[in-house]
């Protein structure tokens, strides 16, 4: 690939002792693809963040800027327009300049584990959900779900606040949605995602009572470093169909693609020309 001014680039900020893994993806791809363009890892402390991130905007070349912790939560604050998945969430990890030069932000996390399930043959509309985690990634499932026109949700979370705040929001943003807190009972529910790092090996405390998950419940996890977490295992032996947490990854990076708009691909592709080891 030649690189030169014409070549688009994408950053991808994050702490400066954060481990980069998105370019060892996108890079690939685009060099698969022939498509002229780069994810740039860049690390930058907190208290630069804002004034890095609006300079970055002034590269002639910049297509747009991954963001990842902890600069997700400011991210908000620096944005002239948000999505309603920023607003839920509290956070952003996309950010583009738009035609009239304003920065724009969404949220993504959620949108690969939504698109992972419908690529699975799961249909959301009128389905009632259960969200366990609602912290980062649990705020994230948790809002894309909700715009996928679903009956209701129950949230649980110890820290009660996390999750109190976390269902006020999705009440503001879809006052048509049923939303419950205060259990972890997943019985009766269509879809129940473990937002959280319990279950992820044997003798680990699991996020709930296994026995009351139904056999005909859909059942996701966000854990990505054990692809079948001992939860995982658990509710597979009640014959729930699952998705394992890598599945996020790879189908939110499409819609990364077309966000910033490059040509899409398949998590099949990308998990082909991946170089994570």
Do not use: W
Not at 97 to 105: A, E
């Amino acid at each position: 690939m030649k690189i030169d001014g014409h070549t688009e680039l994408i950053a991808h900020i994050g702490f400066p002792t954060h481990s980069f893994k998105s370019p060892l993806i996108y890079n690939p791809y685009f060099e698969k693809e022939g498509i002229n363009a780069l994810v740039v890892p860049m690390g930058c402390q907190a208290e630069h963040y804002p004034a890095f991130l609006k300079s970055v905007f002034h590269l002639t070349n910049v297509r747009g800027a991954l963001i990842t912790m902890p600069h997700k939560v400011t991210t908000v604050g620096l944005l002239d327009v948000v999505s309603p998945a920023v607003k839920v969430t509290g956070a952003c990890n996309a950010v583009k300049r738009d035609p009239q030069g304003r920065l724009v932000g969404d949220m993504f996390d959620g949108v690969g584990f939504v698109r992972g399930l419908q690529r699975k043959g799961f249909e959301l509309s009128g389905k009632r959900i259960m969200v366990v985690g609602a912290g980062g990634v649990g705020s994230a499932i948790a809002a894309s779900l909700a715009a996928e026109k679903i009956t209701g949700i129950s949230l649980f979370d110890l820290n009660m606040a996390a999750c109190d705040g976390l269902a006020q929001r999705i009440v503001n943003e879809y006052p048509h949605i049923q939303v419950n807190t205060g259990s972890n009972d997943p019985d009766g529910y269509d879809l129940v995602v473990n937002a959280t790092p319990m279950g992820m090996n044997e003798g680990d405390p699991l996020p709930m009572d296994v026995s009351r998950i139904a056999p005909e419940t859909f059942v996701g996890e966000v854990v990505m470093r054990n692809e079948m977490t001992a939860f995982l295992r658990a509710v597979q032996k009640r014959g729930c169909r699952i998705q394992v947490g890598s599945d996020m990854l790879f189908e939110q990076i499409p819609a990364y693609l077309e966000y910033f708009g490059f040509q899409t691909t398949t998590p099949e592709v990308l998990r082909s020309v991946a170089l994570l080891g």
